[in-house]
């Protein structure tokens, strides 16, 4: 027990440094920072249990308050102390199973949590964040377009009078362009989020993996479902939008969260149709090329797949080998 404490207090610190230092030095340097921030945590709870990454985000948000101020330290708690605490719990959580089923490890007898509930979590977590970030940036609608506004000339404003032959960006046209940055901001905001934690999330299992400590067996992804209520939340926020004032700001970032959890439904669906295809491995790194290069609309196209599957079961009706066995977690060191 006291190894635990000690791990997620050095989690913790290692986390502060990253999170503080994601504000300093070059640009690339900033990017991968922000990035690997929740990691720590992550491996914290993965590999000595949740209550480790409590202790790492307690210990974490204690070391930003000595070291910054009690806001930069509100800010550290919210994100991603707290999100990575319930992330954490989620991955580790389970049950006694009452019979066979995709989410139980047959070896233990034990039904984990499944996949696609933690994607959802993730999503709604990432609205709940992208939310709080707009309130503050502007605690009230002036405020939050002013700073949109400021955003919006020093990004856009240098490179519309480079393509536009020297022309000026009229005030016309940068007020469109703040129109438009005031609602996709929160919903890009969410998804940049929600692909950070997430991702951490993976690199975390595949690091315990390897060193035999993740608690619970790598789950099939590629089968992952998502509950029945999942396309009326996106629905819901998708109309929300059309609502003035913070209610749309706020359905904007759900809405940017859901569609991406559904963009990741659609390449589930995807890795698992095309198992056992001799053409599988070219497939899918097109396909993840394209979607670097065409993310937006390539993307929309995978999310309708996601939303599909949900209708008519796409991964039902085709033939797929299944995924490959996998030993069980060594948790014996």
């Known amino acids: 027990m006291r190894g635990n404490y000690l791990i997620g207090f050095a989690a913790g610190i290692v986390t502060a440094v990253v999170f503080l230092s994601a504000t300093t030095g070059s640009v690339p340097m900033r990017v991968l920072l922000f990035l690997l921030t929740p990691l720590p945590l992550f491996l914290a709870g993965f590999g000595w ?6 202790i790492a985000a307690i210990a974490g948000t204690l070391a930003t308050a000595v070291l910054t101020t009690v806001q930069v330290a509100t800010i550290f708690a ?8 319930i992330l954490t719990y989620l991955v580790t959580l389970n049950r006694p199973a009452t019979g066979p089923g995709p989410d139980v490890d047959p070896n233990t007898r034990l039904e984990w949590y499944p996949v696609g509930r933690i994607v959802v979590w993730a999503a709604a977590i990432s609205g709940v964040m992208a939310l709080i970030a707009m309130v503050l940036i502007g605690p009230d609608l002036d405020t939050l377009r002013q700073e949109v506004k400021k955003l919006v000339e020093t990004v856009f404003k240098a490179q519309f009078e480079s393509i536009n032959g020297g022309k000026a960006l009229s005030d016309a046209d940068l007020e469109r362009l703040v129109d ?11 998804l940049s989020w929600m692909l950070t934690v997430l991702l951490n999330l993976w690199l975390a299992g595949r690091i315990a993996l390897a060193s035999g400590r993740l608690p619970r067996p790598w789950p099939d992804i590629p089968s992952m479902r998502f509950p029945r209520f999942t396309p009326l939340i996106l629905a819901v926020a998708s109309l929300a939008t059309f609502i003035p004032g913070y209610v749309a700001l706020g359905a904007s970032a759900f809405s940017g969260a859901f569609y991406f959890a559904y963009v ?3 390449l589930a669906v995807i890795h698992y149709i095309t198992r056992g295809q001799p053409w599988r491995s070219f497939a899918l790194w097109a396909l993840y090329v394209v979607l670097l290069v065409l993310s937006t609309g390539i993307s929309v196209l995978i999310a309708l797949l996601g939303l599909v599957e949900g209708i008519v079961s796409i991964r039902g009706r085709a033939k797929s080998l299944p995924p490959p066995p996998r030993p069980p977690p060594d948790n014996s060191s």
């Open 49 to 54: 249990g949740w209550g480790t990454t409590v």
């Open 180 to 190: 438009v940055g005031m609602y996709i901001l929160p919903a890009a905001t969410a």
């Open 264 to 266: 990741l439904m659609g």
């Open 78 to 85: 919210i994100s991603p102390a707290i999100p990575s605490i």
